[in-house]
Structures are given as C-alpha cells and as structure tokens.
C-alpha cells in the first residue's frame, strides 16, 4: 500500500497576552498510514522543535465551533478582520495559545480529506489484510 503525505508550512502566532505575539513558523503534517492524527512540529529558537500530534477530527471540528478538553483545544475566532483558529496546547512543560489563518489550515484539511475521506480511515491501516493473513496461517 503507498502511503501519502500532505505538509503545509506556515507561520502561527504564539499568544503572549492580548495584543502582543511572537510568530513561530511551523509544519503540519498528515500521513496517510497514520490516518486519524495530524502533527504539527513548531520551529522555535531551541536545539529541537517541539512536536505535537492529535485527533485530526478535532482540528477539522474545531475550524467550525469550540471542541478539545484537557491538552488541546481547538475553536474558531477573529483577528484584525479575519478568520483565525485558536489551538491551545497544555502539558507538563507548560501551556501555549497559537493563532493560525483559517484559510491556511482549512485548505490543507481538504487535502487531507481528500487523501483520506472521513470514515476511510480504518481502510489505511491494512487491519483487515493483517487478520487475513494471520488467519491464513
């Protein structure tokens, strides 16, 4: 089975307090053999990115209205006029509040989406092909 990668660069607003943000450029990641994740490796000034992974379907629902509990939050606002979506990440290192343009991320949800319809995602792990062959034996 190949396997398909869709990656978007951008730059994302990490939130210091109202009014005031630095950029960080980062990288989303979709890998089809990995189907309900989406990754998204943050390029900050240190020795190693910070890498974060979740639901794809929160990052998807969260384009529209207010989802995530816990470590990662994801909902929809307005910047200066536009469309922007809020993530918030939490862990025991500490917490961050990113901003990214709507349309940037929508866009490459599409593409993943068009990569891996809703509801296909089970297909991509070959499950049903590795209990086949096991059975075989």
Known sequence: MRHTVVERELELEFILSPGHSVPVPARLCYFTDDPYAVHITFHIDS?????????????????????GHGDVRVWPSKADGRSVVLVALSSPDGDA????????VSAWLERTLRAVPPGT?????????????????
């Open 47 to 67: 020795l190693h990115p910070v890498h974060w992974t979740f639901g794809r379907d929160l990052l998807v629902e969260g384009v529209f209205r207010p989802c």
């Open 97 to 104: 509040l990113l901003q990214a343009p709507a349309a940037q």
């Open 121 to 137: 995602e089970g297909e991509q792990l070959g499950l049903d092909d590795g209990l086949a062959e096991l059975l075989a034996r």
